[in-house]
């Protein structure tokens, strides 16, 4: 999660340098399936904020590739209170793909179900949210497809943020590009307990895919 919590990664200095001096890399936060994600602060706009690099071991892989450019072209076209913001997007001096991100400061639904049983007033306010955010995605015909509790922050005022949209697959023609589905994060990937029976067979998904991990997730948070 995009919290404040993390551990040292050596070579900041080369990340520094990597972006000309845009960023200043305060710290590694995680390493994801397809990223890495770094706490870094934006010079020009005094402002923190998460970069997600793709891993260089992977920089190779067509298909990761498409994938992580396919969440960026999904992420630049969602604006709602309850997603991660994208602040920015582009390639490195060496030629990795990279995500800025709006930092959040919190932690995940999975830590918080960790260390204590959710009221389910509490629970049902942030299920709500999680759902209003989910239908701004799916009325830019977005699907989120690996919707579960690491990858929904809690920020400082306790407001939900969904995050990672790394295997997103747009499923309708936006707005200023002709993308349908299967041209758009038409990679693989899903998650044992949240994702729908569809999405693990490789069959065609659409939004009730989401509707499935949304009631996966409610049934988690309420037991």
């Known amino acids: 999660a995009f919290s404040r ?17 845009r960023y200043q890399f305060v710290r590694f936060i995680e390493r994801g399936a397809s990223g890495v994600v770094y706490h870094a602060i934006d010079l020009a706009g005094s402002r923190d904020v998460a970069i997600k690099i793709l891993a260089e ?4 892989t067509r298909e990761i590739r498409a994938r992580f450019e396919a969440e960026a072209a999904a992420m630049q076209r969602l604006d709602h209170p309850n997603i991660v913001r994208m602040l920015d997007s582009g390639v490195t001096a060496r030629g990795l793909p990279y995500l800025v991100m709006e930092l959040v400061d919190g932690c995940d639904l999975r830590s918080l179900c960790v260390e204590r049983l959710m009221d389910p007033f509490e629970a049902y306010g942030w299920f709500t949210a999680v759902c209003e955010a989910i239908i701004h995605a799916h009325s830019l ?14 920020d400082g005022e306790s407001r939900v943020r969904v995050t990672d949209f790394g295997i997103s697959r747009v499923v309708a023609p936006l707005p200023d590009a002709g993308a349908t589905l299967g041209t758009i994060g038409a990679g693989p990937g899903w998650t044992f307990g949240y994702s729908a029976p569809e999405q693990i067979a490789g069959r065609r998904v659409d939004e009730r895919s989401d509707v499935y991990a949304l009631g996966a997730l409610l049934y988690g948070l309420l037991t």
């Not at 071991?57 to 190779?60: G, L, S, T, Y």
């Not at 015909?141 to 809690?154: Q, R």
């Open 57 to 60: 071991e992977i920089i190779a």
């Open 141 to 154: 015909g977005v699907l989120h497809l690996d919707l579960k509790p690491s990858n929904i922050l809690i």
């Open 5 to 21: 919590v993390g551990r040292p990664e050596p070579g900041l200095g080369d990340l520094d340098r990597e972006f000309d001096g």
